[in-house]
């Protein structure tokens, strides 16, 4: 009787590690996923008369390499770093003038702490990038 009892047991045990290793399965990091990139600044922001200009690095964290290629889809801008994030500004995209850098001009309303929060689609991930870039505006 306890050899039938041990003998399920070592089958459930055996049931429960198939089942482990197939809910493993999916999360096997077989190729890049959209926390393997990060937007930081690329140098202080630029004051313009009208308008200040923000370079934003994209980098593939895993070796550190800048990602050039990758399709800005959607820009925010607003003072969400300093607590303000119903204050926003308008900002638009400009074309890069180097590889892994995206160019925005921006319109803060008010010196401090900006939030530039971007979703970008780089080749061969099937899902965006997004992030935030912190951007202090002098007065
Ligand atoms: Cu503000």
Redesign the pocket.
């Known amino acids: 009787m306890s050899v039938v009892i041990r003998g399920r047991s070592a089958a459930a045990r055996c049931r429960y590690a198939v089942l482990a290793a197939l809910l493993a399965l999916p999360f096997v990091p077989a190729m890049a996923a959209p926390q393997d990139y990060r937007f930081e600044l690329a140098g202080p922001p630029a004051k313009l008369a009208h308008a200040t200009l923000v370079n934003v690095r994209l980098v593939h964290v895993p070796d550190g390499k800048p990602v050039p290629g990758a399709v800005i889809v959607q820009s925010k801008f607003d003072?969400g770093p300093?607590g303000?994030a119903e204050?926003g500004g308008s900002v638009k995209a400009l074309p890069a003038t180097e590889p892994g850098v995206y160019r925005f001009e921006a319109q803060p309303s008010?010196p401090?702490n900006w939030g530039l929060t971007l979703s970008a689609r780089v080749q061969g991930e099937p899902q965006a990038v997004r992030g935030t870039v912190t951007v202090p505006v002098p007065k």
């Open positions: 003072m300093d303000m204050m008010m401090g």
